[in-house]
């Protein structure tokens, strides 16, 4: 597990371990539309942005609560 930033722009879409694919539809300023494609569910939106220990790890492999920050450019 770990953690990527990637800057997409809309159209654009991310393949998740071929489990799920994410593509922008739209940017209105500081908001962006999200299209999920995936059999998982469900998906729900975490508002304080802060990824889930268990889906993030240290350098010593531990889980750790993370904010997800926008990409700086």
Not at 31 to 37: I, N
Not at 49 to 62: A, E, Q
């Amino acid at each position: 597990m770990g953690l990527l930033a990637l800057t997409v722009k809309v159209g654009q879409a991310v393949d998740i371990a071929g489990v799920a694919v994410v593509r922008v539809t739209e940017k209105n300023g500081r908001r962006v539309g999200l299209q999920f494609a995936t059999s998982l569910s469900p998906i729900t939106l975490i508002p304080t942005g802060i990824i889930p220990p268990r889906y993030v790890t240290g350098i010593t492999g531990d889980q750790q609560a993370r904010p997800m920050l926008a990409p700086v450019g």
